[in-house]
């Protein structure tokens, strides 16, 4: 069984910063790629950010220059630096991974269970 726990999300006043963690543990025989999308209220989830196992990285438009996402290759864990946070980054973020477990042949997608970030003053 994979799992994958998301850490890191809160509250933050605009202009802040905050750094989301993502473990992915479990039965997995390879990783392709590791990253994050977004839920708002009312909205459809959106990717934000996404690093393939070649380390090529695409970023939404919206947070390019602000947002960074690395990985940790031998944890199995990817990560979500945001700054310059604006109340419109408000939504629930979910870690995806891009992955085969060893029981499977093939490339699945795999969601954590999502963490909030409200940006608000």
């Known amino acids: 069984q994979v799992q994958l726990v998301e850490s890191g999300g809160g509250l933050v006043q605009p202009g802040g910063s905050l750094r989301l963690s ?26 934000v950010a996404v690093i393939s196992s070649s380390n090529t990285i695409n970023y939404a438009d919206s947070v390019k220059g ?9 944890k199995n864990m990817v990560y979500l630096h945001m700054n310059s946070l604006k109340p419109e980054d408000t939504a629930v ?9 060893v029981d499977d ?13 409200t940006v608000s003053s």
């Open 22 to 47: 993502c473990a992915a543990s479990g039965r997995i025989f390879r990783i392709n790629a590791m990253g994050w999308y977004r839920q708002a209220p009312g909205k459809q989830r959106e990717l």
């Open 66 to 74: 602000r947002f960074t996402v690395s990985r940790d290759y031998a």
């Open 93 to 101: 973020y979910y870690c995806n991974g891009n992955l085969r477990a």
């Open 105 to 117: 042949t093939n490339l699945r997608n795999y969601w954590g269970q999502g963490t909030q970030v």
